[in-house]
């Protein structure tokens, strides 16, 4: 009984996901309405519904409704799979390539940072056009972290894509294609996914305590939220730095990386079903198709390949 329970649970909350998609796009003032704030109730308490429904199994339905949308339909039309592929790939190939530049950003600032300690001995660098921005050295020295960041947390599903992963290879090489498109459907749905939306759960609420007071868990009902902690509802973003007082103070951009991270994980982890997928059900002459795989030139390819 508690089996079958649990099942028409799992039906159920399903099929309650279409609805609430539906109700969610039709009804945004109910839980957007507090991104123009005027620290109204109606502020107050959409934004009490956001950060509820953010980290909830409303949303988590919502997500695998989604996903059984379309891979329901790329198994009767591979068309739509594949280019359903091709844009989330392209979507993290996109996003990584672009701050990518963050590292070469962050050599140049360390540079300009020395040399303007070192050779004007500076305690403060200021730059702006129109109107001038102001930090200590040691300010601009901590930001660096920043876009070492964004190169870890926006290029990893990049990374992924491009095959630049490290994969622990103790049967994949000696199977075949077919037994490693299996393997890689395998670990897609029950470790990848898994792994992502537990980072989630737990990250959600992290990046919220550093914005919003009062604190908020993820043993929060939705009628405490509603009915009660609205009414304390300000905004109190987190300014501590990471070096003392004159450390970089915008320390809740790194939790909101950290959120864009565990999102396009998501997003590369039903890509990589649906290709894994693919690639099983046509066949060998399949594997990389429509793959947007950087070049390095054919110099540079043939040295990496004779260093191999």
């Not at 792994?195 to 990046?207: C, G, K, N, V």
């Not at 043993?219 to 300014?239: D, H, I, M, P, S």
């Not at 990386?257 to 997928?277: D, E, H, K, N, T």
Request: hydrophobic share 55%; with cysteine; net charge neutral.
């Amino acid at each position: 009984m508690a089996v079958l329970s649990a099942i028409g649970w799992f039906f159920t909350q399903l099929a309650m996901a279409f609805y609430n998609i539906a109700y969610a796009i039709t009804h945004p003032v109910l839980w957007l309405d507090w991104i123009t704030w005027d620290n109204t109730q109606e502020d107050k308490q959409s934004i009490m519904r956001f950060v509820y429904y953010g980290s909830s199994q409303e949303l988590l339905f919502a997500f695998f409704a989604v996903v059984i949308v379309i891979v329901g339909i790329g198994m009767f039309r591979n068309a739509f799979m594949w280019a359903t592929v091709r844009v989330l790939e392209g979507f993290a190939n996109g996003v990584g390539r672009f701050f990518a530049w963050a590292g070469l950003i962050m050599v140049l600032q360390q540079i300009m940072i020395v040399f303007m300690q070192r050779v004007f001995a500076v305690s403060e660098i200021s730059f702006g056009f129109g109107m001038t921005v102001s930090f200590p050295v040691s300010w601009w020295a901590d930001e660096l972290k920043l876009f070492n960041a964004m190169v870890v947390t926006l290029c990893l599903a990049y990374t992924f894509v491009q095959g630049g992963h490290v994969r622990v290879d103790l049967i994949y090489s000696a199977v075949s294609h077919r037994t490693k498109r299996l393997i890689d459907m395998f670990g897609s749905i029950f470790l990848m996914l898994p792994a992502a939306i537990l980072t989630w759960l737990y990250a959600w609420f992290f990046m919220w305590r550093s914005t919003i007071t009062p604190p908020l868990n993820a043993t929060n009902t939705y009628e405490q939220l509603l009915e009660q902690k609205w009414r304390a509802v300000r905004w109190n973003v987190e300014t501590t730095g990471f070096s003392g007082q004159n450390g970089f103070s915008l320390y809740i951009l790194f939790k909101i990386l950290l959120m864009f991270m565990v999102f396009m994980i998501m997003v590369q982890a039903v890509a990589f079903f649906c290709r894994s997928y693919l690639e099983w059900k046509e066949g060998e002459e399949s594997a990389g198709k429509y793959l947007d795989k950087d070049s390095l030139g054919d110099e540079t390819a043939e040295l990496a390949a004779q260093i191999h």
